[in-house]
């Protein structure tokens, strides 16, 4: 996978947590995540996810986004599901 995780407008304190997790049906194989730390931070990332001697491979990965700030309860974006047929 290849992107980056933008923080911008919400504050200093604020952390911005990129989730990546890869399932082999039920079964999650690997996870990982990148963050932005603070204002106007930006973290490329490019990795991948999964495991290469799995036969098989995954059929699944399951990404979501978080906002933490201090005295607030996490702001999390709906699990977004990529699957392979």
């Excluded at 990982?32 to 490019?46: F, H, L, W």
Aim: net charge neutral.
């Amino acid at each position: 996978m290849r992107g980056e995780v933008v923080s911008s407008g919400y504050g200093a304190g604020a952390v911005l947590t990129l989730h990546v997790d890869a399932f082999a049906g039920t079964t999650k194989i690997d996870s990982t995540t990148r963050s932005a730390i603070g204002d106007n931070d930006v973290t490329p990332y490019g990795f991948f996810i999964g495991d290469p001697n799995l036969a098989g491979g995954i059929n699944r990965i399951r990404t979501q986004v978080c906002l933490y700030r201090p005295n607030y309860a996490p702001l999390c974006s709906k699990q977004w599901n990529d699957i392979r047929d």
